[in-house]
């Protein structure tokens, strides 16, 4: 497991605005869970390499949940599970909950979310990298949609596919990740030729 990087409290650390491509070789994983008024939960999973393509989202129904923050916990075991079973071996998760990054961070179990933390901290051993990060909610929009789709979607796992209902969302992801590409200004000398 590579650690985060340690960060002064009075240098808070700049979170990206959109969604960051994972180095070559790794995958990138962003997750989330929606919660309805009566409880159920709609997990989702987006992977993708370092290429921006999206190699496999899937989306399930899981309830009763005790809250959301419980229901994001869950659907993080289960993504950990899905890149298990991928074979995924070096991977970056990102997830725009801070309970649950908090969670991560934190040595006590005090919380029902806790004992689903240290659950998720046992299945880690199987990838040979792996990093869990914190963004915001603008670079985990892929998955914030997905998860809202599962509630009409049901479980489904795309392979190399993309539910059409997210293909604009996942374009702009991929679109934002390129790096901007500067040009020098160079002065034209512009010839006229008469023939």
């Known amino acids: ?7 002064p409290l009075s240098q808070p650390r700049q979170l990206p605005a959109v969604w960051l491509r994972p180095s070559p070789g790794s995958f990138k994983i962003n ?3 929606a919660v309805t008024q009566s409880g159920k939960a709609g997990f989702d999973f987006i992977a993708c390499d370092c290429h921006g393509e999206v190699l496999a989202p899937a989306c399930c129904l899981f309830g009763p949940v005790l809250s959301p923050s419980v229901a ?5 075991r289960w993504a950990l599970g899905l890149a298990r079973n991928f074979c995924f071996r070096r991977v970056v998760f990102e997830i725009d909950c801070m309970v649950l990054f908090e969670a991560w961070n934190r040595e006590d179990d005090f919380f029902v979310l806790d004992s689903l933390v240290v659950d998720c901290r046992s299945l ?3 990838f040979d990298v792996f990093n869990f990060l914190f963004v915001r909610q603008s670079g985990n929009c892929v998955a914030d949609d997905l998860s809202s789709l599962s ?7 795309w392979i190399e596919e ?3 209902q997210l293909i604009g969302v996942v374009q702009s992801n991929v679109l934002a990740s390129v790096p901007p590409v500067s040009f020098k200004k160079k002065k034209l000398r512009w010839v ?4």
């Not at 509630?151 to 796992?157: A, D, N, R």
């Not at 006229?192 to 023939?195: A, D, S, T, W």
């Open 1 to 7: 497991m590579l650690p985060l990087p340690d960060v």
């Open 31 to 33: 997750f989330n869970a």
């Open 72 to 76: 994001v916990a869950l659907c993080f």
């Open 124 to 126: 880690i051993s199987c």
């Open 151 to 157: 509630f009409s979607l049901g479980e489904v796992v």
């Open 162 to 164: 993309v539910p059409h």
């Open 192 to 195: 006229l030729v008469m023939g």
